[in-house]
């Protein structure tokens, strides 16, 4: 196996389909919500200027994740996908039981991210994950009558959306987020219901959620197990 492959730069994009495991929800349901989750990507992606197929995607079971090449710009992400994949959820509701009824959760990132025989790695693929399980984005769309919640990273906001010529920033709202490891600023964006434009926001970013004694003690039962899991491997049998 080759470990001197170099890292690449990938515009990361992940969504996660609200309720996904939910009881009511059947098999068939679920056959059918995936079925028009990738049609609705593959139709926004293609719509705005982004070829599907020259992505790479990888299922999640409840959600897809893509890497895009740098050559795309990353404008198209921001400006353009969220409203035409909120489009073509809408459409797809329209036509289903509610069962299989699409609302989603989706976050915008970017990095350097490795390959190897077994696909891709990365500390922004990490970050772009927990950005998408953040409490703040899931309240935020549980509240909203739309079908989309969008998250950026703190990066992604300061690099791509404040300079957008295409969307209003001030329509984002910066929260904390505190999910495993990562305490960072995330901006959250409601695209097809979007919040009232609040230039005051943009100079107020509350500071990253700080570590607390809970997060402290469940790090050290993590790594008190692992500890234990070696030592019991080393034992003599």
């Not at 509610?98 to 970017?110: E, F, K, P, Q, S």
Request: with cysteine.
């Amino acid at each position: 196996m080759n470990y001197e492959r170099s890292a690449v730069h990938r515009t990361i994009f992940a969504v996660d389909v609200e309720g996904y495991g939910d009881r009511c929800r059947t098999t068939p349901h679920r056959l059918a919500l995936r079925e028009g989750l990738y049609r609705a990507l593959c139709r926004a992606f293609d719509d705005v200027g982004v070829p599907w197929t020259a992505c790479r995607s990888e299922d999640c079971g409840d959600g897809v994740f893509v890497l895009a090449p740098p050559q795309i710009p990353k404008r198209l992400f921001v400006e353009f996908l969220p409203n035409a994949l909120a489009v073509a959820l809408h459409r797809h509701n329209l036509n289903h039981h509610a069962g299989a009824r699409i609302r989603l959760r989706m976050a915008l990132h970017a990095g350097e991210v490795a390959y190897d025989d077994h696909g891709v790695t990365a500390p922004a693929i990490n970050h772009a994950f927990r950005l998408l399980d953040a409490a703040p984005l899931k309240e935020a769309l549980k509240a909203s009558p739309g079908v989309l919640g969008l998250i950026t990273s703190a990066w992604f906001f300061e690099e791509v959306v404040r300079h957008s010529e295409g969307l209003d920033p001030t329509t984002f709202r910066p929260v904390r987020v505190a999910v495993k490891e990562t305490r960072t600023t995330g901006w959250i964006s409601l695209p097809d219901r979007p919040y009232p434009a609040d230039a005051s926001l943009l100079v107020r970013v509350p500071e990253p959620a700080e570590v607390t004694g809970l997060d402290d003690y469940r790090t050290w039962r993590r790594f008190r197990r692992h500890a234990q899991v070696l030592a019991d491997r080393g034992e003599p049998g």
